[in-house]
Antibody
Framework: HVQLVESGGALVKPGGSLRLSCAAS????????MSWIRQAPGKGLEWLSY????????NYADSVKGRFTISRNNAQESLYLQMNSLRADDTAVYYC??????????WGQGTLVTVSS | QSALTQPASVSGSPGQSITISCTGT?????????VSWYQQLPGKAPRLVLY???GRPSGVSNRFSGSKSGNTASLTISGLQAEDEADYYC??????????FGGGTKLTVL
């Protein structure tokens, strides 16, 4: 069955960096678009970024453009999110999701990132 | 880009039907048949319940249905059950962002 497992969430100081990972299994990862979405505590969902199958196309929300970088390793069936210049308002649960066109059909359980001094 | 507009909360009794609206603009909902809906149970990850306005993924109850008129999309849940109590989010493709979410609606089953 489809499984997405995020990892890498941690407590980090403002201005710091963090790399999130998402391990995929149970589906054809190399032929799937993938996305990152986050949810601040008690708030709604915010789409952050997606990447196509061979990393030739990526897209970012304005809130993270220039600070976050999405990438993937198809051989290892893994998705990544490099987060730099972190701010307090980046505190959230971060989800990876398989993306089919304009919707996300499978989601991971999420990993918590806390930005605080 | 502003989020899509959803009511903060709706409620209904078991067996009743409820409808959650999702209002956008003619740059998102009004322009594309790309509205999807997600159910988020307390403490859990979101789960896709509708896609492309009316599409229902395998395993999702046929009590969930969708529609769209102009710039507003709707999710209807019929035969309300206690297990339906959750937060619901709409999303749409838009001309300025591939994925635009609504603010979410908390459904309470009385």
């Amino acid at each position: 069955h489809v499984q997405l497992v995020e990892s890498g969430g941690a407590l980090v100081k403002p201005g710091g960096s963090l790399r999130l990972s998402c391990a995929a299994s149970g589906f054809n990862f190399r032929n799937s678009f993938m996305s990152w979405i986050r949810q601040a505590p008690g708030k709604g969902l915010e789409w952050l970024s997606y990447i196509d199958t061979d990393s030739s196309y990526t897209n970012y929300a304005d809130s993270v453009k220039g600070r976050f970088t999405i990438s993937r390793n198809n051989a290892q069936e893994s998705l990544y999110l490099q987060m730099n210049s972190l701010r307090a308002d980046d505190t959230a649960v971060y989800y990876c999701a398989r993306t089919y066109g304009d919707y996300m059909d499978y989601w991971g359980q999420g990993t918590l990132v806390t930005v605080s001094s | 880009q502003s989020a899509l507009t959803q009511p903060a909360s709706v409620s209904g009794s078991p067996g009743q039907s409820i409808t959650i609206s999702c209002t956008g603009t003619n740059s998102d909902i009004g322009a594309y048949d790309s509205v999807s809906w997600y159910q988020q149970l307390p403490g859990k990850a979101p789960r896709l319940v509708l896609y492309d306005v009316t599409g229902r993924p395998s395993g999702v109850s046929n009590r969930f249905s969708g529609s769209k008129s102009g710039n507003t999309a709707s999710l209807t849940i019929s035969g309300l059950q206690a297990e339906d109590e959750a937060d619901y989010y709409c999303s749409s493709y838009s001309s300025s962002s591939p994925v635009l979410f609504g603010g979410g609606t908390k459904l309470t089953v009385l």
